[in-house]
């Protein structure tokens, strides 16, 4: 049975995923999928970088705002819901675009990688108790000793997925980087294209801080205070995003809003950086790197479409 088809386009925040994906979906007939652990929920526009409705020109979006804040969203939850919106794209006879900047969503996807051996056990509530009474840190530490791998490719403030790593390894024994290596290995179940959008790293950075500047001026802060009121607190998964939890230090007056607004952009910028590693590691990812093309978006976009049409993707 022949393979379906799955067009990934990825890079680091900032890079112009968003416009490209728009235009990349015009031309292929695409609709796409939101890979971004924020933009999936609700009222959290400004600081997602969330694409405008306006901004989708009729392309339909799926995994944008539609969980509320207080919700759960991990990589099984994004497994289930990207399945179920690739199902309804092929049943409008269009192609499945991934779009987002979550290379562990995207990898998850891609392999189609069994998480099921990690669901909830009785660990999970004693490694929670743990990162609350210890610290982040302390449970980062932990994960180094029996994981180093992965201790490398989680950032010690994503407790859940260290928690989930060390949980993996007791129940198992076995190391999750070793077990999700083993699913990669299997192959993909698709006929893809993965795409990586990249910028040079001195633009990227004056991009980043840009960005934050607007996202400051668009009212962000006023975007904080209204998910602080509706109940929203900094244990929740969607408080622990950028932009989020450094405006939630602020607002209970851990920081100036200067210190807050620095701490953000200096966070972003090393954001980008654990991004384009992981990218870097992936195999067979297709590098657009921005400053080889003259006329940067048209050009881009050919380049991609003629790659597709090489693998049979489009005619």
């Given at each position: 049975m022949?393979?379906?088809?799955?067009?990934?386009?990825?890079?680091?925040?900032a890079?112009?995923?968003?416009?490209?994906?728009?235009a990349?979906?015009?031309?292929?007939?695409?609709e796409i999928?939101?890979?971004?652990?924020?933009?999936?929920?609700?009222?959290?526009?400004?600081?997602?970088?969330?694409?405008?409705?306006?901004e989708m020109?009729?392309?339909?979006?799926?995994?944008?705002?539609?969980?509320?804040?207080?919700?759960?969203?991990?990589?099984?939850?994004?497994?289930?819901m990207?399945?179920?919106?690739?199902?309804?794209?092929?049943?409008?006879?269009?192609?499945?675009i991934?779009?987002?900047?979550?290379?562990?969503?995207?990898?998850?996807?891609?392999?189609?990688?069994?998480?099921?051996?990690?669901?909830a056990?009785?660990?999970?509530?004693?490694?929670?108790?743990l990162?609350?009474?210890?610290g982040?840190?302390?449970?980062?530490?932990?994960?180094?000793k029996?994981?180093?791998?992965?201790?490398?490719?989680?950032?010690?403030?994503?407790?859940?997925?260290?928690?989930?790593?060390?949980?993996?390894?007791?129940?198992?024994g076995?190391?999750?980087?070793?077990?999700?290596?083993?699913?990669?290995?299997k192959?993909?179940?698709?006929?893809?294209?993965?795409?990586?959008?990249?910028?040079?790293?001195?633009?990227?950075?004056?991009?980043?801080?840009k960005?934050?500047?607007?996202m400051?001026?668009?009212?962000?802060?006023?975007?904080?205070?209204?998910?602080?009121?509706?109940?929203?607190?900094r244990?929740?998964?969607?408080?622990?995003?950028?932009?989020?939890?450094?405006?939630?230090?602020?607002?209970?007056g851990?920081?100036?809003?200067?210190?807050?607004?620095?701490?953000?952009?200096?966070?972003?910028?090393?954001?980008?950086?654990?991004?384009?590693?992981?990218?870097?590691?992936?195999?067979?990812?297709?590098w657009?790197?921005?400053?080889?093309?003259?006329?940067?978006?048209e050009?881009?976009?050919?380049h991609?479409?003629?790659?597709?049409?090489?693998?049979?993707?489009?005619?």
């Amino acid at each position: 049975m022949e393979k379906e088809p799955l067009i990934i386009l990825t890079g680091p925040t900032a890079a112009g995923k968003t416009k490209l994906s728009i235009a990349l979906a015009k031309a292929v007939g695409g609709e796409i999928i939101s890979a971004d652990s924020m933009q999936v929920y609700k009222h959290m526009d400004i600081g997602s970088a969330k694409i405008r409705p306006e901004e989708m020109q009729g392309v339909r979006h799926y995994l944008v705002d539609e969980l509320e804040p207080w919700e759960e969203f991990h990589v099984v939850r994004f497994q289930q819901m990207a399945k179920s919106a690739m199902e309804q794209i092929r049943s409008h006879g269009h192609i499945p675009i991934l779009v987002g900047g979550t290379g562990f969503y995207i990898q998850a996807i891609l392999y189609d990688i069994d998480f099921t051996e990690n669901e909830a056990s009785p660990y999970r509530q004693e490694l929670e108790a743990l990162a609350q009474s210890r610290g982040a840190s302390w449970l980062h530490e932990e994960l180094k000793k029996v994981d180093p791998e992965s201790a490398e490719a989680i950032h010690e403030h994503n407790v859940k997925r260290v928690i989930r790593a060390l949980e993996f390894y007791r129940l198992t024994g076995k190391k999750i980087s070793e077990h999700n290596e083993e699913q990669r290995e299997k192959g993909s179940p698709y006929r893809s294209a993965y795409f990586v959008l990249n910028e040079d790293r001195t633009v990227l950075y004056d991009r980043i801080e840009k960005r934050i500047d607007k996202m400051l001026e668009d009212g962000l802060v006023d975007e904080v205070i209204r998910l602080k009121e509706m109940g929203c607190r900094r244990g929740m998964v969607s408080m622990q995003g950028l932009g989020y939890k450094e405006i939630l230090a602020y607002l209970d007056g851990e920081y100036t809003l200067p210190e807050a607004v620095e701490i953000l952009k200096r966070d972003t910028r090393h954001f980008a950086k654990r991004q384009l590693t992981w990218f870097r590691r992936e195999r067979d990812v297709i590098w657009l790197n921005k400053e080889d093309y003259a006329c940067e978006e048209e050009a881009i976009l050919a380049h991609m479409l003629e790659i597709l049409r090489e693998r049979k993707m489009i005619r």
